[in-house]
């Protein structure tokens, strides 16, 4: 018996191995995101890509992945893990405070996009059955891919992640009725739609409620159980029972599986074990949606994009197009920034991966045809390719929107501070330039605020503060600012790398401006006053030091004393 054949998919788990550790890190250093590099090297190894070649070039069937329905198996999991991870960084309080967005910006989201969809195939000779179908799968956009992108930049939290997330999670929570649709649609009299929707959205109700009450009353005592033991793999072992067997108990009662996983991760969100488990599944996270992300590549056939690209290439823009509007124009009707809605709309205009569930499950019940299916997953599959490119000019453009709309405001803003003299300025303006602000407030002194944070000004506009939009490293919005008429410069922001460039640009054009900088730790400080900081607060240092005053106070030292141990200790520790 060959080697090969006594472990199932072993060839396959070496190309995948193999994928994610050599061939993605080092399109990685090329500056191709993650995301990118293994939805191209699936196309490559796919049947689709060096698959066409196998037949006459057999060693490269050491090297193609032709099982494509296997892996797509495997890989819903990596969607499972997305979920559960997304559920862990959620709260039942941000969702309920969201609900407007989810149900509300969502569901117009999904019905507006499906029926517009729906129209437009209708005109161009669809059956009115199939168009149905076709609306409803393409009104998905893929959660996967989109946050995904977001958690690596860090902006899931952000107004872009927020405003994206609760529509893909209204997303999610329709497929289930969706594909109950398909099924009634699929009947001989095609009757009782309505009555089977609400049924289907009554079923789903019912079941996450039940799962939630449940979870909440076991999960935690188990949890407990599994901790005391102190045992690393039990507690992993645990926690992945408890993603995969939610997900797999909603699928049981015809939800998705990425539905289960997000119940999951919101119960244990609300455990004091939240943290620990995150570190624990990331691994399993990142290289299962790796495996999706490939398994989307490889169902992209690329004879067809080559023999009609103009088609495909129009399918695939108006597909877009249509979405960013709707999306757009909804999340400016519900009160999103100008910047936000057009982003979120960018972000969110591809097909996703339920549409590969929607439309299989209406082609077996003869809704569709299977050249039709397959034009339809191509573009959904070459939407979801071009997401991570899309992304990145979705953000540029975010930007470019901000600094036109900021400009208008500042430029009222300007008139208030353009005369002043011997005001302070603070760059960053996050808890600890609030904070100063408060400060400065209590003693009567004028001060100009600046952040590059868009959502942040528009929170505080209507307090009437003197916070204004802009990047504080650039010379000419500092000289709005009144920079050279300032007492002083106070470097608030937590990025140290960014604090370093701020210091450095100011004291090389206005070296006469005392600064005082946040640092991260006495080695930062140093950086900062080498690059040109007059006072430098490290405060990892002054929590200590203030620890240490309190703990002297306590035991009875006299505070005279107490003062001058701390000063001298401040002095040895920031040099």
Avoid at 61 to 89: H, K, N, P
Avoid at 319 to 337: C, D, N
Wanted: proline fraction near 3%.
């Amino acid at each position: 018996m060959e080697t090969h054949s006594a472990i199932p998919y072993l060839r396959e788990a070496l190309i995948f191995l193999a994928t994610a550790g050599i061939a993605v890190p080092l399109l990685s250093r090329l500056k191709v995101s993650p995301v990118l590099g293994y939805l191209l090297i699936g196309g490559l190894i796919g049947p689709f890509g060096l698959g066409l070649l196998a037949a006459d070039y057999p060693a490269l069937s050491q090297v193609v992945i032709s099982d494509l329905e296997g892996v797509r198996a495997l890989a819903e999991i990596g969607v499972v893990f997305l979920m559960f991870m997304i559920g862990l960084e959620l709260s039942l309080d941000r969702l309920w405070s969201d609900r407007l967005l989810v149900f509300g910006m969502g569901t117009l989201q999904i019905f507006t996009t499906a029926a517009l969809i729906a129209w437009i195939a209708v005109i161009l000779g669809t059956d009115i059955r199939s168009a149905l179908v076709i609306g409803a799968g393409l009104s998905l956009s893929s959660t996967a891919i989109v946050m995904q992108i977001l958690m690596r930049g860090r902006r899931q939290s952000g107004p872009v992640g927020r405003t994206a997330f609760s529509i893909l999670l209204m997303q999610d929570l329709a497929v289930v009725p969706i594909l109950f649709m398909v099924g009634v649609l699929a009947a001989p009299d095609g009757q009782g739609l309505a009555a089977g929707l609400a049924l289907a959205f009554g079923k789903a109700a019912l079941v996450i409620v039940v799962i939630y009450v449940i979870g909440r009353l076991l999960l935690r005592p188990i949890l407990r159980q599994v901790a005391q033991a102190r045992s690393a793999e039990m507690f992993t072992a645990a926690v992945l029972l408890a993603a995969v067997g939610v997900s797999a108990l909603t699928a049981n009662f015809g939800l998705s599986m990425a539905l289960g996983a997000l119940l999951a991760g919101l119960l244990l969100a609300e455990t004091e074990y939240r943290h620990q488990i995150e570190v624990d599944i990331e691994p399993f996270k990142g290289l299962l949606l790796g495996l999706f992300f490939m398994s989307v590549g490889m169902g992209i056939d690329w004879r067809n994009v080559v023999s009609d690209p103009l088609v495909v290439a129009a399918t695939v823009s108006g597909l877009w197009l249509l979405k960013a509007v709707i999306i757009t124009g909804l999340a400016l009707l519900f009160r999103r920034r100008r910047s936000v809605a057009v982003e979120t709309g960018l972000l969110l205009g591809q097909g996703g991966e339920f549409a590969f569930v929607i439309l299989a499950a209406a082609t077996s019940l003869g809704l569709i045809a299977s050249d039709l299916e397959q034009h339809i997953l191509l573009v959904a599959g070459m939407s979801m390719l071009l997401t991570p490119l899309v992304a990145q000019v979705a953000q540029r453009v975010a930007r470019h929107i901000e600094l036109r709309d900021s400009a208008s405001e500042s430029q009222a803003g300007e008139e208030s501070f353009r005369d002043c003299e011997g005001h302070v300025i603070i760059a960053g303006f996050g808890r600890v330039g609030q904070t100063l602000s408060r400060t400065l407030d209590a003693e009567g002194l004028d001060y100009v605020a600046l952040d590059a944070d868009a959502a942040l000004i528009a929170k505080l506009k209507d307090k009437r503060q003197p916070v204004f939009f802009g990047d504080a490293s650039r010379g000419e919005i500092l000289a709005k600012a009144g920079i050279d008429h300032a007492a002083a410069l106070v470097v608030t922001m937590n990025d140290p790398a960014a604090a370093s460039h701020i210091v450095a640009e100011i004291h090389s054009r206005w070296p006469m401006v005392p600064i005082h900088a946040r640092a991260r730790d006495p080695e930062h400080a140093r950086r900062l006053k080498e690059s040109g900081a007059t006072f430098c607060t490290p405060e990892t240092v002054e929590a200590s030091l203030q620890l240490a005053s309190k703990v002297l106070l306590h035991i009875g030292v006299d505070s005279e004393v107490v003062q001058r141990r701390i000063a001298e200790q401040r002095l040895v520790e920031t040099g």
